[in-house]
């Protein structure tokens, strides 16, 4: 039974837009926190901060795989707007910010997934990043940033994110992320 309209209802409190999708607002909330933790910890000094900063959480849905309907996928979409500190010397986008875009954004897919399935999540580590770049996208145009998981569970998880020029109806970027859980440190004797 899907959840009803009440369970889903979530206003982010960093950019005051309702979030659409069909996970639950608890879902809706814990990934919005995620990715705006540079805006709620500002004493903690992350790589991009500003970047994540300006991103807006469009929806987060549990759904079906299209694929394997048996299956169920966490899909997250994020959105920005290009600015200066994105840019590379062309003045488009910078390859770095669209690869940190497809870490950051498959892995909020694969923890809303998480959530979903056992109410909780742990941050795990890359360990391969692969990102195809098509076409640029430049200062001020709109991004946005289409992230499924692809297969959770084990040590490792994989995602894949899609980023989309709005503007100009054009794909920017697309990859693959796979992730897995971090050893214990070693302790030395």
């Known amino acids: 039974m899907p959840p009803s309209s009440s369970d889903t ?12 999708g069909t996970a639950s607002a608890r879902i809706k909330r814990v990934i919005d926190d995620v990715i705006h933790t540079p805006s709620h910890n500002r004493q903690l000094k992350l790589f991009a901060s500003s970047i994540m900063d300006s991103v807006v959480l469009i929806d987060v849905s549990i759904g079906s795989m299209a694929e394997e309907p048996s299956r169920l996928e966490g ?3 994020i ?3 290009v600015n200066e500190d994105m840019l590379n010397l062309a003045n488009t986008v910078h390859g770095g910010c669209l690869a940190y875009f497809v870490d950051c954004c498959s892995s909020t897919a ?5 959530l979903h399935h056992s109410d909780d999540y742990v ?19 709109t991004i946005r940033m289409v992230s499924m998981s692809v297969s959770s569970g084990g040590r490792s998880a994989a995602g894949r994110t899609e980023i989309w ?3 100009h ?6 990859g693959t992320h796979i992730k897995m859980m971090p050893s214990n440190p070693k302790t030395k004797l």
């Open 9 to 20: 209802t979530f206003t982010s409190p960093y950019t005051h837009n309702v979030v659409g």
């Open 169 to 174: 109806k054009r794909i920017m970027a697309s």
């Open 79 to 81: 959105q920005t707007v």
């Open 123 to 141: 941050l795990s580590v890359s360990q391969a990043l692969n990102v195809v770049f098509h076409s640029p996208a430049a200062l001020g145009e």
């Open 110 to 114: 694969l923890i809303a997934l998480d």
């Open 75 to 77: 899909k997250v979409v």
């Open 165 to 167: 020029n709005d503007n």
